[in-house]
């Protein structure tokens, strides 16, 4: 959280920005020609977990004065807030690089791509002008994986896979 004051005249700009990356592989091979048999199971979670926030105050400060000498008002300052809060999740079951690879799946793979935020993803409080508030998500989940060349994958019977790629929970 990043606080600024902007009250007596001054004014208060403040930024808040958070990023946060997940990837995640049940079965990772580098390139070259790789054999991979799942007969198990593979569950595989990528869950970036980000908050920014921001807290600004601007606007006129008053104060009441002592012994009944009534009250003193300063002119305003202005308050700005931007939060800006970014998620990356990436998650394969099983992923290779580039080559000849035979991938067999006779088991599970269970994948999940799904961003956690800390509460409000972005947030600005007490801004005198409208706030800025950005959230970017991107969520991938993949069950198997190739880079390029041939590649041959099977499921076999009895085989399950299931990914899930969520956005921001509401």
Do not use: Q
């Amino acid at each position: 959280t990043v606080f600024a004051d902007g009250d007596l005249g001054g004014t208060a700009n403040a930024t808040a920005t958070s990023t946060a990356t997940a990837v995640a592989a049940g079965v990772w091979a580098g390139g070259g020609n790789n054999t991979i048999a799942n007969v198990g199971s593979l569950a595989v979670r990528a869950m970036p977990t980000a908050k920014a926030a921001t807290e600004v105050s601007g606007g006129k400060i008053c104060i009441t004065l002592p012994f009944n000498l009534g009250k003193w008002c300063g002119s305003g300052g202005d308050g700005t807030g931007t939060s800006n809060a970014t998620f990356t999740a990436d998650a394969a079951g099983i992923y290779v690089g580039d080559g000849s690879n035979h991938i067999t799946n006779a088991g599970t793979i269970d994948v999940l791509a799904a961003p956690e935020p800390d509460g409000p993803s972005a947030a600005v409080s007490g801004a005198t002008k409208p706030a800025t508030l950005n959230t970017d998500v991107s969520s991938v989940a993949t069950g198997i994986r190739t880079g390029n060349g041939n590649n041959t994958v099977v499921n076999e019977t009895g085989g399950v896979i299931t990914v899930e790629a969520r956005a921001l929970p509401t």
